[in-house]
């Protein structure tokens, strides 16, 4: 009975202490979850307050951007505005300072005028006196007779000519009435044209600021609902998060009141048990006492009967009782050992049970730190992947509102300058060239395109012989070559470059042969501009030589008639083989041919010594004619520069791309320069 009364207080007590345990770990977990709960909302107030911060700054700070941009057009529109009616007044301001000083000039010419016509009449006055005192009295009276006949026609003449200058003040004045009146009119109108665009100036800004309202509050209505939207999302994605943590919670608790009814139903249990047990211990116990006193009365009446009938035998018995004894007594050790042995196993039994019941308390705590540390750390992982979650989808929001920004500033400047550039635009020569544009675009046949002009060209070059048709199709293949990237590439596939290499070296010195010559030139140097085909004009065979052999043929002869083609056959000869000796194992190739290096040397020299004496006879031909004029002509210094890597073709427009270089001496100085021939 102890043994099984220990048992069952051992489990009631385990059932407290698991019960205690749970409720212990649930209200850890709920003050725990509390706090991090209070600590998430802390972070997520921060949060959204620096966010509010941060989306507030950028917003303003695009908006001053925007409000800089405006301000700058409205700046730019309003001083042009200005500018027209600062030149119409100051036009006006011309006209009148012009009109006032011709008529003060006319007012002082006027008082010389009056100035010089009295001092002629005292004059007269004085020498008419003068002459009346000198004569006599017939002279007085010639005079006096004489005097009237000139006083008469004074009179007369001075009657025409005050006549003449009334008419000549009053057209005078009329001309000048006139001026002042065009003058007025002119003010007028532009006073009038001024104060109309004062208010049209006005009605556009009313206007602008009218529009700008309009785009605030459009804008603010968008961001209004934007937010709005955004609330939604956040407060849908708080009422998941809070029916999810709600949830669980509940989940947790309706597990730990399973917990808490198992076990209070088992200590009901154990309870009923228990007082079943007890009572039925109670009746056992009556059993006994009923059974061991029908017993004890049994002995009584048995040893009073066997006291009547043993009491001869009392020795006997007497030795049976101390028998008795001796068992009882040793029974009673013996259980006293047994008991002292029992208290030991029980003692034993409890501290391995208790360390039992703490290993395995230690390992479930540590399973449930582990696993709070787990909760914890997917619960911060999520917590980071959404804010980089929002982060990305703000910053792409705000990259999105920036570029719709930017794309909006770009077409209001876009439409400005398109505005700005017609209006400047608006040019009869402009429009004029416009117009024979439009008229050559709608005359152009299909037979006028690069391609089929340079389809047919190297087709009468394989096939022709006539002279004529080899110098029409080199022409045509020249324009092809040098405004059309494929049509370079079209003839480097067709083969033509070996064809037209033979037909110079079977060219000779003729005029007609030299056109043919300076075309197929010219078609080779645009191939050879082009990175992907001048590989083809290089890899011709005694392609290299035929250009030296043309160097040193047309190296240009002073008093030749056809010395000026000579020395366009020569600059462009050398700047093709520049071009094609720009790399250095090229470069290694030609110095490497025999005699190459000496015949580029020789050419140099002649051409050196051919510029100096032209420019000796051209400093003569100057100081002969210096006291003429006065004018001396200095011929420039050709000046060493390496411009191959510059040379570019003409459909690349850049500002850095130098033409072909025209004088010889500097042509030849390049093919030098380029080959690293020491001179």
């Given at each position: 009975?102890?043994?099984?009364?220990?048992?069952?207080?051992?489990?009631?007590?385990?059932?407290?202490?698991?019960?205690?345990?749970?409720?212990?770990?649930?209200?850890?977990?709920?003050?725990?979850?509390?706090?991090?709960?209070?600590?998430?909302?802390?972070?997520?107030?921060?949060?959204?307050?620096?966010?509010?911060?941060?989306?507030?700054?950028?917003?303003?700070?695009?908006?001053?951007?925007?409000?800089?941009?405006?301000?700058?057009?409205?700046?730019?529109?309003?001083?042009?505005?200005?500018?027209?009616?600062?030149?119409?007044?100051?036009?006006?301001?011309?006209?009148?300072?012009?009109?006032?000083?011709?008529?003060?000039?006319?007012?002082?010419?006027?008082?010389?005028?009056?100035?010089?016509?009295?001092?002629?009449?005292?004059?007269?006055?004085?020498?008419?006196?003068?002459?009346?005192?000198?004569?006599?009295?017939?002279?007085?009276?010639?005079?006096?007779?004489?005097?009237?006949?000139?006083?008469?026609?004074?009179?007369?003449?001075?009657?025409?000519?005050?006549?003449?200058?009334?008419?000549?003040?009053?057209?005078?004045?009329?001309?000048?009435?006139?001026?002042?009146?065009?003058?007025?009119?002119?003010?007028?109108?532009?006073?009038?044209?001024?104060?109309?665009?004062?208010?049209?100036?006005?009605?556009?800004?009313?206007?602008?600021?009218?529009?700008?309202?309009?785009?605030?509050?459009?804008?603010?209505?968008?961001?209004?609902?934007?937010?709005?939207?955004?609330?939604?999302?956040?407060?849908?994605?708080?009422?998941?998060?809070?029916?999810?943590t709600q949830r669980k919670k509940f989940l947790q608790q309706r597990k730990a009141a399973?917990?808490?009814?198992?076990?209070?139903?088992?200590?009901?249990?154990?309870?009923?048990?228990?007082?079943?047990?007890?009572?039925?211990?109670?009746?056992?116990?009556?059993?006994?006492?009923?059974?061991?006193?029908?017993?004890?009365?049994?002995?009584?009446?048995?040893?009073?009967?066997?006291?009547?009938?043993?009491?001869?035998?009392?020795?006997?018995?007497?030795?049976?009782?101390?028998?008795?004894?001796?068992?009882?007594?040793?029974?009673?050790?013996?259980?006293?050992?047994?008991?002292?042995?029992?208290?030991?196993?029980?003692?034993?039994?409890?501290?391995?049970?208790?360390?039992?019941?703490?290993?395995?308390?230690?390992?479930?705590?540590?399973?449930?730190?582990?696993?709070?540390?787990?909760?914890?750390?997917?619960?911060?992982?999520?917590?980071?992947?959404?804010?980089?979650?929002?982060?990305?989808?703000?910053?792409?929001?705000?990259?999105?509102?920036?570029?719709?920004?930017?794309?909006?500033?770009?077409?209001?400047?876009?439409?400005?300058?398109?505005?700005?550039?017609?209006?400047?635009?608006?040019?009869?020569?402009?429009?004029?060239?416009?117009?024979?544009?439009?008229?050559?675009?709608?005359?152009?046949?299909?037979?006028?395109?690069?391609?089929?002009?340079?389809?047919?060209?190297?087709?009468?070059?394989?096939?022709?012989?006539?002279?004529?048709?080899?110098?029409?199709?080199?022409?045509?293949?020249?324009?092809?070559?040098?405004?059309?990237?494929?049509?370079?590439?079209?003839?480097?596939?067709?083969?033509?470059?070996?064809?037209?290499?033979?037909?110079?070296?079977?060219?000779?010195?003729?005029?007609?042969?030299?056109?043919?010559?300076?075309?197929?030139?010219?078609?080779?140097?645009?191939?050879?501009?082009?990175?992907?085909?001048?590989?083809v004009v290089y890899e011709v065979d005694s392609s290299v030589d035929t250009l030296l052999?043309?160097?040193?043929?047309?190296?240009?002869?002073?008093?030749?008639?056809?010395?000026?083609?000579?020395?366009?056959?020569?600059?462009?000869?050398?700047?093709?083989?520049?071009?094609?000796?720009?790399?250095?194992?090229?470069?290694?190739?030609?110095?490497?041919?025999?005699?190459?290096?000496?015949?580029i040397r020789s050419i140099y020299k002649l051409t050196e010594r051919k510029h100096t004496?032209?420019?000796?006879?051209?400093?003569?031909?100057?100081?002969?004619?210096?006291?003429?004029?006065?004018?001396?002509?200095?011929?420039?210094?050709?000046?060493?520069?390496?411009?191959?890597?510059?040379?570019?073709?003409?459909?690349?427009?850049?500002?850095?791309?130098?033409?072909?270089?025209?004088?010889?001496?500097?042509?030849?100085?390049?093919?030098?320069?380029?080959?690293?021939?020491?001179?």
């Amino acid at each position: 009975q102890s043994h099984y009364r220990a048992y069952e207080a051992r489990k009631l007590y385990r059932a407290h202490i698991k019960a205690t345990v749970v409720l212990q770990r649930q209200y850890r977990s709920y003050f725990l979850m509390k706090n991090q709960r209070c600590a998430y909302l802390t972070f997520r107030q921060t949060v959204i307050s620096l966010q509010a911060i941060i989306r507030g700054f950028i917003v303003r700070r695009s908006y001053k951007k925007l409000h800089r941009g405006i301000t700058k057009i409205q700046a730019c529109y309003r001083g042009k505005k200005q500018r027209q009616v600062f030149l119409c007044y100051k036009e006006a301001a011309c006209v009148i300072q012009q009109h006032y000083r011709a008529y003060c000039e006319g007012k002082v010419e006027q008082e010389k005028y009056f100035k010089i016509k009295h001092a002629a009449f005292k004059i007269q006055a004085s020498y008419r006196r003068y002459q009346v005192r000198k004569t006599t009295a017939a002279s007085k009276i010639q005079a006096w007779f004489r005097g009237q006949v000139l006083r008469r026609q004074y009179k007369a003449f001075l009657a025409s000519i005050i006549f003449i200058q009334r008419h000549f003040r009053a057209k005078q004045d009329r001309f000048r009435f006139l001026k002042i009146q065009v003058a007025t009119i002119v003010i007028q109108r532009r006073w009038k044209v001024a104060v109309a665009a004062r208010k049209l100036e006005h009605a556009k800004h009313r206007r602008a600021k009218a529009a700008v309202k309009i785009q605030a509050f459009c804008k603010g209505w968008k961001v209004r609902n934007q937010m709005t939207r955004k609330h939604e999302a956040a407060s849908l994605i708080q009422l998941a998060f809070g029916a999810y943590t709600q949830r669980k919670k509940f989940l947790q608790q309706r597990k730990a009141a399973m917990v808490i009814q198992r076990q209070y139903r088992a200590w009901h249990l154990a309870q009923i048990e228990n007082a079943k047990y007890n009572k039925i211990r109670k009746s056992v116990i009556c059993l006994q006492s009923l059974c061991r006193g029908w017993l004890v009365r049994q002995k009584l009446a048995e040893k009073k009967a066997a006291e009547r009938r043993l009491c001869f035998i009392a020795v006997a018995y007497h030795n049976i009782c101390a028998i008795k004894i001796q068992k009882a007594f040793r029974g009673y050790m013996a259980l006293k050992r047994a008991k002292a042995k029992i208290n030991s196993v029980i003692y034993i039994q409890r501290w391995f049970r208790t360390w039992l019941q703490r290993s395995r308390y230690i390992n479930e705590r540590e399973k449930i730190i582990v696993s709070q540390r787990i909760v914890k750390a997917w619960l911060l992982r999520r917590h980071r992947a959404a804010v980089v979650i929002q982060k990305s989808v703000r910053k792409f929001l705000f990259k999105i509102q920036a570029k719709r920004t930017c794309r909006g500033i770009i077409r209001m400047q876009a439409v400005w300058k398109g505005y700005w550039l017609r209006k400047k635009m608006c040019n009869p020569q402009i429009s004029a060239i416009r117009h024979r544009i439009q008229q050559a675009n709608q005359n152009s046949h299909e037979d006028q395109k690069l391609c089929n002009r340079t389809a047919v060209a190297v087709d009468y070059i394989l096939k022709y012989k006539h002279f004529s048709s080899i110098l029409a199709a080199l022409q045509h293949l020249e324009v092809a070559t040098r405004l059309s990237a494929v049509c370079c590439e079209n003839l480097a596939q067709s083969g033509a470059t070996p064809i037209i290499f033979t037909l110079i070296r079977s060219c000779n010195r003729s005029v007609p042969c030299m056109d043919v010559i300076k075309h197929a030139i010219q078609v080779l140097f645009n191939l050879s501009k082009y990175e992907k085909t001048a590989s083809v004009v290089y890899e011709v065979d005694s392609s290299v030589d035929t250009l030296l052999d043309l160097l040193y043929m047309y190296r240009g002869k002073a008093g030749d008639k056809t010395s000026d083609k000579c020395g366009s056959i020569f600059t462009k000869v050398c700047c093709l083989l520049a071009i094609l000796s720009q790399e250095s194992t090229k470069a290694l190739e030609v110095r490497s041919m025999p005699k190459a290096a000496d015949r580029i040397r020789s050419i140099y020299k002649l051409t050196e010594r051919k510029h100096t004496m032209d420019a000796n006879r051209i400093n003569v031909k100057q100081r002969m004619q210096t006291p003429h004029n006065g004018s001396l002509y200095i011929p420039a210094t050709p000046v060493r520069t390496r411009a191959v890597s510059k040379l570019k073709p003409d459909w690349v427009l850049r500002r850095d791309n130098v033409k072909e270089v025209v004088d010889p001496l500097k042509a030849i100085q390049l093919v030098v320069d380029t080959l690293g021939i020491s001179i």
